[in-house]
């Protein structure tokens, strides 16, 4: 779900993968960005977005292994 949302509104998705301070700088990047190309930056914007998702993911999953190695 978060993978689609990174595609419309990729600041919004970032904020939720729990980076909150990133979602504000990389929304007050992208607003000015979309503006003024037209559009052509927001492939940059996705890809990032989804690198953040697939990072945060992975971090779950190491501390989800991790948690049950130490029980």
């Known amino acids: 779900m978060n993978y689609l949302l990174a595609i419309l ?3 919004l998705s970032i904020l939720l993968t729990g980076r909150p301070i990133l979602a504000i700088i990389i929304f007050l990047i992208w607003v000015p960005a979309i503006i003024f190309s037209g559009g052509l930056t927001h492939p940059m914007f996705i890809i990032l977005a989804w690198i953040l998702i697939y990072q945060s993911g ?8 991790e ?5």
Request: hydrophobic residues 25%; glycine residues 6%; positive net charge.
């Open 58 to 65: 992975e971090e779950r999953r190491t501390r989800r292994i």
């Open 9 to 11: 509104l990729p600041p």
């Open 67 to 71: 948690r049950a190695a130490g029980e």
